[in-house]
C-alpha cells in the first residue's frame, strides 16, 4: 500500500512563529504537492514538486515556501505564521510516467494547523 | 484551464435511496477526471478515475460516474444508500503542465445519509 504520511494531525502555533509541516511519502513517486482545504473553497494548491530540489508555485503561494532535499520527503514551511493561514494542509504524492496526466495522487490524513 | 464544479454543497439522501453528487467541468483538452471521498478527520481517498478508456467508470464501494461529453459532466451515483458513505466528495480533473499532473479540485459536495 502507498503511504504518505504527515509529521503532526493537529497543531498550535503563535503568530510570527516559524512553522515546519512535514510530508513523506514510501512509494518512490517523483511528484509531491500540498494543499489547504477551507470549507467552502474545496483543495487549493500551494506548491508542488516534480522532482528533487524541483518546486513550482500552485494556485496560492503566498506566505509559504517548500523544500524538497531528497525524493521521500516535502515539507511546507510557513515563514512567518498568520491567523489566516489556519487550515487544514494536506500532502500528495503521485507517480508521473513521461507525459501521462492519469495518475492519481495519494493523500496524507492532513495536518490542522491553528494559528493564534 | 481546466476547472470543476461541484453543484450542491449539501446533499442529503435516506438510506437505501439512491446516491447523485454532481459534477461538470470545463476542459481545452481531452480530460482525466477523478471523485475522491473524504472522511471525517482523514485524507482523501480514490473513488474512481476517468481515463477515456470507458465512459461508464466503476469505482469501489458500489459508486460509479458517467463520462458525458456533451453535457461536460461526470456525475457520480450509486443505487443505494448506506449511512457509511457520509463523507465529503470532490470531483478533480487533471492536466500535466510539463513538470507534472496537477490536480483542479471542485469546492466538494458533504454527503449526508438519514435513516
Redesign the interface.
Known amino acids: 500500500d502507498v503511504k504518505v504520511t504527515q509529521s503532526s494531525r493537529y497543531l498550535v502555533k503563535r503568530t510570527g512563529e516559524k512553522v515546519f509541516l512535514e510530508c513523506v511519502q514510501d512509494m518512490d513517486h517523483e511528484n509531491m504537492f500540498w494543499y489547504r482545504q477551507d470549507p467552502g473553497l474545496g483543495l487549493r494548491l500551494i506548491y508542488f514538486s516534480y522532482d528533487v530540489k524541483m518546486k513550482e508555485k500552485g494556485d496560492i503561494p503566498e506566505g509559504y515556501s517548500v523544500s524538497r532535499e531528497k525524493k521521500e520527503r516535502f515539507s511546507l514551511i510557513l515563514e512567518s505564521a498568520s491567523t489566516n493561514q489556519t487550515s487544514m494542509y494536506l500532502c500528495a504524492s503521485s507517480f508521473s510516467p513521461g507525459t501521462s496526466s492519469y495518475n492519481e495522487q495519494f493523500f496524507g490524513p492532513g495536518t490542522r494547523l491553528t494559528v493564534l | 484551464a481546466q476547472s470543476v464544479t461541484q453543484l450542491g ?1 449539501h446533499v442529503s439522501v435516506s438510506e437505501g435511496a439512491l446516491v447523485l453528487l454532481r459534477c461538470n467541468y470545463s476542459s481545452s483538452v481531452p480530460p ?1 477526471l ?1 471523485w ?1 471521498v473524504q472522511y471525517p ?6 473513488l474512481l ?1 476517468y ?1 477515456s478508456a470507458a465512459t461508464l467508470v466503476k469505482g469501489i464501494n458500489g459508486f460509479e460516474a458517467e463520462f458525458k461529453k456533451s453535457e461536460t459532466s461526470f456525475h457520480l451515483t450509486k443505487p443505494s444508500a448506506h449511512m457509511s458513505d457520509a463523507a465529503e466528495y ?1 470531483c478533480a480533473v ?4 510539463g ?10 459536495t458533504q454527503l449526508k445519509v438519514e435513516l
Do not use: E, V
Request: hydrophobic fraction near 20%; charge should be positive; avoid cysteine.
Open positions: 454543497s482525466y477523478f475522491y478527520n482523514q485524507g482523501l481517498q480514490l478515475k481515463t470532490f487533471s492536466r500535466y503542465t513538470g507534472g499532473n496537477k490536480l483542479t479540485f471542485g469546492t466538494g
